[in-house]
């Protein structure tokens, strides 16, 4: 079943694209906040879907594009501009203290990461039928093979190939 021209109009801590249908709530895989798509829906249950951007119609004033879309299967938010990240993780964290925990707050500082590239001083990898390293997604059901990640800290891109090697 295919969804046509709905509008993102949130994402959840997982990445996903949060729309509003006459079917119910979508959860959307590659859509950001403020895309307009058509959705393939995967799973229909009673209150919500998911599925899965079949076509862009109109990209996001957020989305910048400017890493390859596997990437976003391992970090969600790669692709929005920084600014809307900060402020929907912070959305998010205020979200999941009323939920959680019943502490209602108005607003919180998020402190912008100076440098949001090569931060990560960690990843986890694991290897693939052909016993190459990749990244996991979808809880390990597919993995990406990456040669570089730009998240990663520059020395972990650069000892990636020894590792590959033996």
């Given at each position: 079943?295919?969804?046509?021209?709905?509008?993102?109009?949130?994402?959840?801590?997982?990445g996903?694209?949060?729309?509003?249908?006459?079917?119910?709530?979508?959860?959307?895989?590659g859509?950001?906040?403020g895309?307009?798509v058509?959705?393939?829906?995967?799973?229909k249950k009673?209150?919500?879907?998911?599925?899965f951007v079949?076509k862009?119609?109109?990209?996001?004033e957020?989305?910048?594009?400017?890493y390859?879309e596997k990437?976003t299967?391992?970090y969600?938010f790669i692709n929005?501009?920084y600014e809307?990240?900060l402020?929907?993780?912070?959305?998010m964290?205020?979200?999941s203290l009323?939920?959680?925990i019943g502490i209602?707050?108005?607003n919180v500082?998020?402190l912008?990461n100076?440098?949001n590239?090569?931060?990560?001083?960690?990843?986890e990898?694991k290897?693939?039928?052909?016993?190459e390293?990749?990244?996991c997604?979808?809880n390990?059901?597919?993995?990406?093979?990456?040669?570089?990640?730009?998240?990663?800290?520059?020395?972990?891109n650069e000892f990636?190939p020894?590792l590959?090697e033996?």
């Amino acid at each position: 079943m295919e969804l046509r021209n709905l509008e993102i109009i949130d994402n959840t801590n997982e990445g996903l694209g949060v729309a509003k249908s006459e079917e119910g709530i979508v959860f959307v895989k590659g859509g950001l906040v403020g895309d307009i798509v058509d959705v393939e829906i995967t799973q229909k249950k009673k209150k919500f879907s998911n599925g899965f951007v079949k076509k862009y119609l109109k990209y996001s004033e957020y989305r910048e594009n400017l890493y390859d879309e596997k990437l976003t299967d391992i970090y969600h938010f790669i692709n929005l501009k920084y600014e809307k990240e900060l402020e929907l993780k912070k959305k998010m964290f205020l979200d999941s203290l009323r939920k959680n925990i019943g502490i209602e707050l108005e607003n919180v500082e998020i402190l912008e990461n100076k440098n949001n590239l090569n931060y990560r001083n960690k990843i986890e990898l694991k290897t693939n039928e052909n016993f190459e390293l990749c990244y996991c997604v979808d809880n390990g059901e597919s993995k990406i093979k990456l040669e570089n990640c730009p998240l990663s800290d520059e020395s972990i891109n650069e000892f990636l190939p020894f590792l590959q090697e033996n």
